[in-house]
């Protein structure tokens, strides 16, 4: 015996690559390209040293009003953390205790099969349809005999890496029919042009929304995310984050989050810009031969029927382009392509339209 059979051993996720590389075009990590909002600089060049010397407020009060505010909920209705992919991970802990698998689709966000091994989460991966849809009655609970008997369900909406899209019903059907367990949308890419599923969590006990403020509000950086959800699910969480680690937010972090949500005018304004680029996009891609879902998130999933994706993925990384390929079996001949400036998407689509020819 020796200390490493003691030793929790996990495949840890994969990031994006962070290359640091002068005139890089960077469409690997659905990052925005536009700077946050000034208010957001603002607050934290008048941070002072003073106020780095005290630990943070343990319950976020600040930010968590904010966001209440924001989306007329009860502070006790928001919980907030260190990006989304925190607020997930104390989900997962706090709710995903079951025996029966927590079902999420087979293409998705991989962070959720490496948090389920983590904490030894049982699962099941649905497959998408042929067009990367969610099946909606396989995730229609199993006491009808349709579905499957779940310990809880999460999916991302939009899904990524495939940008594709369900509407409100089709979350409720699912939320209705499992009111057993919890179900979480974890809506990292709504506001690219999705609906909400925010408005349910008062009709239903057991929706968590989870939203970040890496994407649409531009701050990746700062790494805050925050759930939505009936307040005794937010106890919940707060007791098992408080069980984990009280300090998990920042004092710049809370400081600028704010600002974020209160800059309502420039969180659209640059929202607005990236879904024009990405349509522009979507089609000069479709001229180019390229083939992919309507995405309504801010990157686009594409293949192309006589193009090898890993190589396309090589030979733009070499001219410092970099987009995101992942190494699985249903998704290898595709590129997850992040909308950036439209300056940027000019000088990819130059590329692409030579390198085609
Ligand atoms: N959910 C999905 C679907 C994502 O793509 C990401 C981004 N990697 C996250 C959650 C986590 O984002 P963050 O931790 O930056 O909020």
């Known amino acids: 015996m020796s200390w490493e059979d003691k030793v929790r051993k996990v495949v840890p996720y994969t990031p994006g690559e962070q290359p640091d590389r002068k005139n890089m075009i960077k469409l690997n990590t659905n990052e925005c390209p536009y700077t946050p909002a000034p208010q957001v600089e603002r607050a934290l060049k008048e941070m002072g040293g003073e106020q780095l010397r005290l630990y943070p407020d343990p319950s976020c009060a600040v930010l968590v009003d904010a966001l209440a505010d924001y989306y007329g909920l009860k502070s006790s209705e928001v919980f907030v953390g260190v990006g989304s992919d925190d607020v997930l991970a104390m989900i997962f802990m706090t709710f995903f205790n079951g025996k029966e ?19 030894k989460i049982p699962y099941e991966q649905i497959p998408l349809d042929d067009d990367f849809h969610m099946v909606k009655e396989d995730y229609l609970g199993g006491k009808d005999g349709k579905g499957r008997r779940n310990g809880g369900i999460i999916f991302p909406n939009p899904n990524a890496p495939t940008g594709v899209l369900v509407d409100l019903s089709f979350i409720e059907d699912i939320v209705r029919a ?68 009280s300090y998990t937010m920042n004092r710049p972090a809370l400081a600028a989050g704010v600002e974020a949500v209160r800059a309502d005018d420039y969180f659209k304004e640059i929202v607005k810009k990236i879904v024009t680029t990405r349509e522009r996009v979507k089609a000069e891609l479709k001229k180019l031969g390229f083939e992919f879902q309507d995405s309504m998130s801010n990157f686009i999933f594409a293949t192309h029927p006589k193009l090898d994706m890993t190589k396309l993925f ?20 595709y590129l997850r392509i992040t909308i950036g400036t439209d300056e940027e998407m000019d000088i990819l689509l130059e590329f692409l339209k030579d390198y085609i020819k």
């Open 101 to 119: 698998p927590v079902l999420f689709p087979d293409i998705t966000y991989s962070f959720y099969d490496v948090w389920a091994e983590l904490l």
């Open 178 to 245: 499992n009111p057993d367990v919890i179900v979480v949308a974890d809506e990292a890419y709504i506001d690219f042009g999705g609906e909400s599923a925010l408005p349910l969590i008062h009709k239903y006990d057991n929706l968590l929304v989870v939203q970040t403020f890496s994407k649409s509000r531009a701050m990746a950086g700062m790494r805050i995310g925050y759930a939505m959800g009936n307040e005794k699910l937010i106890k919940y969480l707060n007791d098992v984050k408080f069980s984990f680690n």
């Open 314 to 333: 090589e030979e733009l990384r070499k001219e410092d382009i970099y987009v995101r390929h992942f190494n699985s079996d249903r998704i290898r001949n």
